[in-house]
């Protein structure tokens, strides 16, 4: 952010959100972890709250407005947690995909683009919190175009896969992996059909299974693999949208933790075109 | 049950059992308002791993009928919330889901023994997963 000339600082003592939403009607209690946040936020003397991960953004935000809506549900909250100054409302919750689009535009940070990523065929991948639901996605739940904008502005090529908006199957991966791996064959299969050299996330959940369950499927050896032929052996990386940034921006390679990926996504950057 | 059937919304009169009233208030959606077409059922990506359809779930509940609490539909659900932002009535299916779950878990049953649990997922998951699918 810092080659972007924005700042961001870290919220002091900040907690887990929960990761999920409550769809419930009666269920105050999992909103105290967001408003524990919005405390922080309060004391820092700020208004907005950032953040990477699409299922923080989405639990923050409806919790947000889950509490504006209704004065006697946050008072209930402010009292219960006794040991907090109340929080007042008001905090807005951003994704970093906002900033990047609606602040810093993305017309600037191709001005500070150090590596173009000519020649890469990247497919984004939303998944679910980032979209919906309306009124709290980011994007059109259906057709959103911000990570293809942004990777264009690149340099890359963004490529079109029919499941981009499609869960990953999420915490599913626990009680469940089997559906997981199902939608991960099929999310890979096609971005791999349509010639994908990458695949870019929003949300650490997806990429976790993304990558994971793109293994099983692949290697021929986990209950995925009747999905094996749609997927290669060797599978396509999966990155966070920030390290594909990061890496255009000419961030050293040692910082971005593409050694730790579970598929080597370095391969693939090198194809690009001038790499 | 008159009062209803005013409201423009079919309703089967007297059939009504609690169940079916504590799902909406739990949800805070109004199962009535489904009018079967399908939409929810088309573009749910886990309908695979489903016994009932999400437009039979709210099918089921509409005609009070007590085989929607033992269906496994609600904990393959991954409250991914496709279904919500393509019904044409406005129902939030995944708030329909969750209820059910609650409705369950409330009475001690769980979607999620801790024992088969796999190894190496990550805390993301494992925190979303507890809090969807256990007590």
Known sequence: MERLGYELAELPRWNCCGTVYSLSTDDLMRHVAPVRNFVRVQEMGEGRLVTLCAMCYNTLRRSAQFVSADPERLQRINAFMDEEPDYRGGVEVLHLLQVLRDEITFEAVEAKVERPLYGLRVAPYYGCMLLRPRGVGIDDPDRPETMELLFEHLGAEAVDTPHRVECCGAYQTVADPGLARERVAEIVGAASRRGADLIVTSCPLCTYNLERHQLVAGDGRGTGARHASHVSRHGIPVLYFTQLLAFALGVPEEELGFADAAIDPRPALSQRVGG | ?135
């Open chain 2, 1 to 135: 049950m008159a009062d209803r059937i005013d409201s423009g919304t079919l309703r089967i009169p007297a059939r009504e059992p609690d169940f079916v009233r504590r799902v909406e208030e739990l949800s805070g959606e109004d199962v009535f308002a489904c009018y079967q077409c399908g939409k929810c059922s088309a573009g749910c990506p886990f309908t695979s791993g489903m016994d009932l359809l999400p437009a039979e779930v709210l099918r089921l509940l509409q005609l009070g009928d007590g085989r929607v609490l033992g269906a496994r539909s609600p904990w393959v659900c991954a409250s991914c919330l496709a279904c919500g932002v393509r019904c044409p009535k406005g129902v939030d299916i995944a708030k329909v889901m969750e209820a059910l779950r609650l409705f369950a878990l409330r009475r001690g049953e769980t979607g999620l023994r801790l024992g088969d649990i796999p190894p190496g997922v990550p805390q993301i998951a494992l925190v979303g997963a507890t809090r969807k699918l256990t007590p």
